[in-house]
């Protein structure tokens, strides 16, 4: 069992489905299907017996998306032990035409565009050449008012700050000429 625990434990920190990780979301979707049967058994109410339908069907769907996600993975894999000649899976994919990256990129490993129009640059945009430019000083402040504190007026004869909805209903019937 504590072996069980530490497998778990570890599983979360796998990328992709564990069969650990499988097995105790199904036991515990499982105790759950239990515990909303024996509920409805008991109460005879109608919503459990919805309660268990979107368990069951977010039960089918993880084990779904478990199974296809691992069928990819096998595919990967079996992609990988065949581009064992030198080529990687994106290059063989983009070189034969089936597969293009985002944005219409035929670079393997960039995934935008400006990524790659860095590459094309070389050592003409490298980081030296870079210059940081001053920018002009902007000011949203009046002018003759500099480092001035100023205070907003208040709107009510309160002190605390707090005003009632009640307070702000008479302001907007005062405003109005009521």
Same mark, same amino acid.
């Given at each position: /069992?504590?072996?069980?625990?530490e497998d778990?434990? /570890?599983?979360?920190?796998?990328p992709?489905?564990?069969?650990t990780?499988l097995?105790?979301?199904?036991?515990t979707?499982a105790a759950?299907q239990?515990?909303? /049967?024996?509920?409805?058994?008991?109460?005879?109410?109608?919503h459990?017996?919805a309660l268990?339908?979107l368990?069951a069907?977010?039960?089918?769907?993880?084990?779904?998306?478990a199974?296809?996600?691992?069928?990819?993975?096998?595919?990967?894999?079996?992609?990988?032990?065949?581009?064992q000649?030198? =080529?990687?899976g994106e290059e063989?994919?983009?070189?034969?035409? =089936?597969?293009?990256? +985002?944005g219409?990129?035929?670079?393997?490993?960039?995934?935008?565009?400006?990524?790659?129009l #860095?590459?094309r640059k070389?050592p003409?945009?490298?980081?030296?050449?870079?210059? +940081? #430019?001053?920018?002009?000083p902007?000011?949203?402040?009046? +002018?003759g008012k500099?480092?001035?504190?100023?205070?907003? +007026?208040?709107m009510g004869g309160?002190?605390s700050?707090?005003?009632s909805t009640?307070?702000?209903w008479?302001?907007v019937?005062?405003s109005?000429?009521?």
């Amino acid at each position: /069992m504590a072996s069980f625990i530490e497998d778990l434990w /570890m599983s979360v920190f796998t990328p992709g489905p564990t069969p650990t990780l499988l097995v105790a979301t199904n036991v515990t979707f499982a105790a759950l299907q239990t515990l909303l /049967m024996a509920l409805l058994w008991f109460t005879y109410s109608i919503h459990f017996f919805a309660l268990s339908l979107l368990s069951a069907a977010l039960w089918f769907s993880i084990n779904w998306f478990a199974k296809e996600l691992s069928q990819v993975q096998a595919e990967q894999e079996a992609a990988a032990k065949d581009g064992q000649d030198g =080529k990687t899976g994106e290059e063989k994919g983009s070189s034969d035409g =089936k597969r293009r990256l +985002p944005g219409g990129l035929d670079t393997p490993g960039s995934d935008t565009e400006t990524e790659s129009l #860095t590459e094309r640059k070389g050592p003409a945009a490298s980081g030296s050449d870079l210059r +940081p #430019t001053e920018a002009a000083p902007t000011s949203l402040e009046l +002018p003759g008012k500099h480092n001035e504190v100023r205070k907003r +007026p208040s709107m009510g004869g309160e002190s605390s700050g707090y005003v009632s909805t009640d307070s702000e209903w008479e302001k907007v019937e005062d405003s109005n000429g009521n």
